[in-house]
């Protein structure tokens, strides 16, 4: 049978997400950084990492019901107080209040982001691939730099993003990956796992190790892991018509639904 899209699928998956970005943020502050913080904001959370972290944004917006004025200047004020843009993941399942709210508000679309699922059943098997390993503590520089220099285009380390890597190696929910080619890194990626979800993220290749097939050695391997701790779903998120929703769908996943990242500048 296949899965049923609608609100409470949205619901498992969203909520999911949210506790991985707080799972996250609640490792960066038990570190050096304390100016990450969650907050409540119009049945979801505000989820801040620093003033110039893109892993910053507004999480689970509306899927609880109404959001009304107050809810939203709230979150507002929360980011405004760091002078960061507020980024609100607006699933199409939210409350038609929370857009109605936004919309009057000076937001501009900054991207659309696909959410992708698929059922893991106890007879699933995955291929494991020579290479892929679970990272140790001794390789969290290297793996944030892996994963932040497949994202980048200049090759340049952004620090902002570099410390909420790291949040996400220290996160106790999260569990990383590597895969090595001759002796070097060429890839990584992370699956946070809880609520019988498992949620595969950060996945990136660099530029000059890409078209050998790492992401879907990556995905293999993490899905198998999934299965070992019983998770009866797992989740993406991919912008759409790239590389990687491609080999997510390869793998068997699906597109449950695409959501508006909602951007709003003080500038």
Known sequence: MGLQIGLDLALRLEGAELAAAEGAASAMNEGSFSQAFTMEAAGGKAVFFGPGS????????????PV????????????????????????????PTALGEISRRGYRIAHFENTLVRRI????????KPGVRRAE????????ETVMGGFSEDGQLNEDLMR????????????????ESQG?????????AGGGIALLAGDSTLHSHRGRGYQ??????????????????AMACTLPGTVSQRN??????????TKTMLLKDWT
């Open 54 to 65: 893109p892993l910053s944004q507004a999480l689970h917006i509306g899927l609880r019901g």
């Open 137 to 144: 503590l001794s390789d969290r520089r290297p793996w944030c």
């Open 164 to 179: 909420g890597l790291e949040s996400i190696f220290n996160s106790r929910a999260s569990m990383q990956y590597l895969v």
């Open 121 to 128: 059943r106890p007879e699933d098997s995955f291929n494991f």
């Open 248 to 257: 997510y769908e390869r793998c068997g996943f699906q597109v449950a639904y």
């Open 216 to 233: 879907r050695a990556l995905i293999d391997a993490r899905l198998r892991h999934a299965a070992e701790s019983g998770c009866d779903l």
């Open 68 to 95: 009304s004025t107050g809810d939203v200047d709230r979150l507002e004020a929360a980011f405004l107080q760091h002078n960061a843009p507020v980024v609100i993941s607006l699933c199409p399942y939210a409350d």
């Open 184 to 192: 070097a890194i060429a890839a990584g990626a992370s699956m946070f």
